[in-house]
């Protein structure tokens, strides 16, 4: 009983950690229609700038401040947004699939870079020893795993409520008219470009906040944790659960996260051991299939986009 | 050393074409970037390893090698099998999965879908043929030392003999069949393209199967002079869409000098920069590209 519950609590953790990216993508895709096919690489940002901020010093290599894990988190984002606005003054200009193409290749680029600038980011190795506040807070594994459980469920709680919000604001009703019908929206005095890359930044600054959450949890990053797979993955939990609705995009994340975690146990214990390398291919050929079916028998997702009339415009 | 450079980056550059001709149809003429092209690379590789054991088993003739090559008419029958069913995996891929989506969602619905449709395809082949690297032949090669110190493989002559073959015989398929004709027209204005009596559904399946026998071929000679790994493909998504960028979406000599400049950017680079961050130099050219001339060197510019 009590492994299930602990089980239980770590597979809540991580599809919550991946919930956040989720928003970060509803936010650019679902909202502003913004095709952002490097995800990973802006997850990995987020994780690595928490390693080095809130890691232990150690020689040799940059980083190490040990400072809090607020701080961390607050850097995360900071960095992934800096990155997202050269990122975003450099690409923004492209339409859908070019800008597809252009951000796949800022994700490799960057987990080029994880692997192979050493003195920053530990190079193959990574970096370890990165602290989990809810150690130094509760005694066992299950008590420190609900704890930080806590704090996850407290940052998804405050990504959750800011993105409702923001994009019921004039904002975010911006955001859906440019999605919708660009020329029209700038002909109404509207400056896309502008918007498209407030909405991309700060997007991609809710995948660093996920890539931190994820680093203090497992307390090691590797460039081998940020593979394109993982942009993959956040897509398929995006659409299955549906685009432009924020509740969709955690539910996408509890889903298809599932459907992983299932199949791989599942696997581990019927495919012998000899060929359990193979496994993973499984978990992918599943996930690929999932994503493929979604499209074609339920486009929406599982919960699609709400209509939503600003409250002023309905008095 | 420079000339070396030069001689790889061609050779290399030489595949990414053979890749990239077919992506670039699909661009133009389907009207979505297919990040699952490049998996067909892989199929028709591993298709062909298949095929090369059945053939083999005949023996005698078949198992020869040719001349100074590593490989005998065995391989050669398998390469052209293997086109056809890596072009049966492209229709199958296009009637369940990209037409009915062309119908009923928006082209970045089919983006998406080739998302998992290469995440399917790519994993299958780790199920099917695992993830250590094969080669077709173990046999020996003696490198042809040519002028200026630069070494190549017999192979590797015989990659760029083909690729040039398979782009002339392209070329007259274009300029002179009707079937090639209407597909420039297709290429160019669906609409006036289907009023003027062209089945644009035939064209279609004509665009998939030289996009796929390209890929098919491109995977095997991949296969002949690097090695088979399931990773084949993926590693070479961002060189075929940055020659297929480059080139300009539906040209096929854009596609073909497209593969050729990424070829010798990408060998020529590590002159400059570290040898680790060769697979940035697509990238880098895909964004100087669309930066400078978003419609490619070749394409049009949309009014």
């Not at chain 1, 929206?185 to 470009?193: D, I, M, Q, R, T």
Request: proline share 4%; net charge positive; glycine share 12%.
């Amino acid at each position: 009983m009590i492994g299930l519950v602990s089980y239980l609590v770590f597979f809540l953790i991580l599809s919550l950690i991946f919930g956040v990216a989720v928003l970060g993508l509803n936010l650019q895709w679902g909202f502003t229609g913004l095709f952002n096919a490097g995800v990973a690489g802006f997850t990995a940002i987020g994780a690595y700038t928490m390693a080095i901020l809130t890691g232990p010093s150690r020689d040799a290599v940059f980083g190490g401040f040990e400072l809090p894990f607020v701080a961390g988190l607050v850097g995360a984002m900071i960095a992934s947004g800096i990155s997202a606005v050269i990122v975003g003054l450099a690409t923004l200009k492209l339409r859908h699939e070019y800008l597809a193409v252009a951000t796949f290749g800022i994700a490799v680029t960057i987990q080029l870079v994880c692997l192979n600038w050493e003195y920053l980011t530990g190079g193959t190795l990574g970096l370890i020893g990165i602290p989990n506040p809810s150690k130094a807070w509760a005694e066992g594994p299950l008590a420190q795993n609900a704890l930080y459980l806590l704090v996850v469920l407290v940052v998804v709680g405050l990504t959750f409520a800011a993105l409702e919000r923001i994009v019921k604001s004039p904002w975010g009703r911006m955001l859906k008219a440019i999605r919708e019908d660009e020329i029209a929206a700038s002909s109404l005095g509207k400056s896309p470009e502008r918007v498209r890359l407030e909405a991309f930044v700060l997007g991609c600054m809710i995948m660093g906040l996920s890539g931190a959450l994820y680093v203090s949890f497992i307390g090691y990053v590797s460039p081998w944790d940020f593979l394109p797979i993982l942009t993959f993955q956040i897509w398929t939990m995006l659409i299955v659960g549906g685009s432009a609705n924020n509740r969709g995009a955690l539910l996408g994340a509890l889903i298809v996260w599932g459907v992983w975690t299932t199949s791989g146990f599942v696997i581990s214990r019927i495919v012998p051991s000899e060929i359990q390398a193979q496994g993973g291919a499984m978990q992918a050929v599943l996930i690929g299939f999932i994503l493929v079916v979604t499209l074609l028998v339920r486009p929406r997702g599982l919960i699609g986009e709400e209509l939503y009339v600003s409250r002023h415009a309905r008095s | 050393m420079i000339l070396q450079h030069i001689a790889d980056g061609i050779l290399s550059g030489a595949i990414v074409s053979l890749g990239a001709i077919g992506l670039s149809f699909t661009m133009k003429l389907l009207r979505f970037a297919n990040f699952s092209h490049s998996e067909l690379l892989t199929w028709g590789a591993y298709g062909a390893l298949v095929f090369l054991a059945f053939f083999a088993s005949f023996g005698g003739f078949f198992d020869r090698t040719i001349g100074p090559f590593s490989f005998g008419v065995a391989l050669l029958l398998a390469m052209i099998c293997a086109s056809v069913v890596t072009s049966i995996i492209a229709l199958v891929l296009h009637r369940f999965v990209f037409e009915r989506l062309s119908r009923t969602a928006g082209h970045m619905t089919m983006v998406f879908a080739s998302f998992g449709v290469a995440l399917v395809l790519r994993h299958l082949v780790v199920l099917i043929w695992g993830s250590d690297p094969i080669y077709y032949s173990n046999a020996l090669q003696f490198a042809i030392l040519l002028p200026g110190n630069v070494r190549v493989m017999p192979d590797q002559v015989f990659l760029l003999g083909l690729t040039i073959i398979v782009v002339i015989a392209l070329h007259l398929f274009m300029t002179r069949s009707r079937t090639g004709i209407a597909m420039r027209g297709v290429a160019e204005n669906p609409d006036l393209a289907r009023v003027s009596g062209v089945n644009v559904d035939r064209i279609i399946t004509w665009v998939w199967i030289i996009g796929a026998s390209g890929a098919a071929m491109g995977g095997v000679l991949y296969g002949m002079t690097v090695q088979l790994r399931p990773e084949l493909g993926f590693s070479l998504i961002l060189p075929l869409f940055a020659a297929a960028i480059l080139g300009g979406a539906g040209s096929l000599y854009g596609a073909v000098l497209g593969g050729l400049i990424v070829g010798l950017s990408e060998n020529l680079s590590v002159m400059i920069i570290p040898t680790t961050y060769k697979p940035a130099v697509p990238f880098l050219l895909i964004l100087a590209i669309l930066y400078f001339r978003p419609d490619g060197i070749f394409g049009e510019r949309s009014r």
